[in-house]
């Protein structure tokens, strides 16, 4: 099994530009003073930063078929829906219940919900559940951005459910499943009467389609190695995602492949080290840095310095410590509980 040294820089990178971008968008839905803090550098993730999401999948596309790929044996329906459980659900269930217990600080001191405010019982069960995004939510809600890991545990099932065909047929179904969901994607399968009454579906089509195609990434890749030409190709596609309307499938594809044919440059083992570890805060700064906002808006308040938000200092002091409790988070709960689970109920 390959190790994607950059990818997991990638992963990283792009973690951190949703923090960033939910920084900006957060005042906003606050109905405050926009304050895009180092706008003259960060405009791109104030912008654009929501197009790290779909990278995401296309990263989980390729490290699933990675693992799961290269096994000679398959694995078990049990033993994946542990592993998936150990790994999404400690870390999705503590910063829940952190994020209610600061939601209920500010009813009982300020009289209202900040930020994500739709924080009633049945909003609670959608985002226990993971059933968010399928518009049966009413809003925003707790730690909002959560919604996007609900739809990839669905993903993740149906690759498992196709996991010993794609042995079999690999590139050639691999290919036909992106095109059957952009079929669907295009006849707005998913905006049919008999459909959205019951579910909305039309971001799941489009993950399924970002998701496949990380699969695709790595069978081309395990075939061809990451040649001259796969670089070459994947320059020419990143460019064209550019010309024209901004393509983002094409943009994440070639992004994605780029950051892959990377790891054919000679890389010193210390970097390997600090990727691989800025990799492992993905997960905990994608789900923390709602709450890290969250307590410092509480502190702020709590002070009456609500005006120091807007300074550089503040921004800095809140991305510093997103990433230091993940990397906490990360070695000392989120690590831990996922080896333990994995331990007592894998076979």
């Not at 993730?45 to 693992?67: C, H, K, M, Q, T």
């Not at 310095?305 to 410590?321: E, N, Q, R, S, V």
Request: with cysteine.
């Amino acid at each position: 099994m390959q190790r994607y040294y950059h990818i997991e820089l990638l992963r990283f990178l792009c973690a951190l530009t949703v923090a960033i971008y939910h920084w900006g968008i957060s005042f906003e839905l606050m109905n405050m003073q926009s304050n895009d803090t180092f706008n003259y550098i960060l405009n791109a993730a104030y912008e654009n930063g929501d197009r790290a999401v779909p990278v995401f999948f296309v990263i989980s596309g390729l490290v699933f078929a990675n693992v799961y790929l290269s096994k000679s044996e398959n694995e078990t329906l049990y033993n994946f829906s542990i592993k998936r459980f150990a790994r999404l659900y400690p870390l999705h269930l503590l910063t829940l219940f952190l994020i209610l217990f600061v939601q209920t600080l500010f009813y009982k001191i300020f009289g209202k919900y900040e930020l994500y405010t739709l924080n009633d019982l049945y909003h609670f069960f959608l985002n226990i559940t993971f059933l968010l995004g399928f518009n049966f939510e009413n809003g925003r809600s707790f730690n909002s951005p959560v919604w996007t890991v609900g739809q990839e545990i669905f993903i993740y099932f149906l690759f498992f459910s196709l996991i010993v065909y794609i042995k079999k047929y690999d590139i050639k179904l691999t290919f036909m499943i992106y095109l059957i969901f952009l079929f669907l994607d295009k006849i707005k399968f998913a905006e049919m009467n008999f459909i959205k009454n019951y579910v909305y579906l039309a971001y799941f089509i489009d993950f399924v389609r970002l998701f496949f195609s990380g699969v695709f990434i790595f069978l081309i890749t395990k075939k061809f190695g990451n040649s001259k030409s796969l670089l070459l190709l994947s320059l020419l596609f990143l460019a064209a995602s550019f010309i024209g309307s901004f393509k983002l499938h094409l943009f994440c594809f070639s992004l994605v492949l780029l950051f892959v044919i990377l790891d054919n440059f000679e890389l010193k083992n210390t970097m390997k080290k600090i990727y691989t570890f800025l990799g492992s805060l993905t997960y905990s700064i994608y789900l923390l840095h709602t709450l890290t906002f969250l307590i410092f808006l509480f502190c702020l308040k709590i002070f009456n310095k609500i005006d120091l938000f807007y300074y550089d200092f503040t921004f800095l002091f809140y991305i510093a410590f997103t990433i230091f409790i993940s990397a906490i988070s990360f070695k000392f709960f989120e690590h831990k509980f996922n080896k333990l689970i994995r331990n007592k109920l894998t076979n």
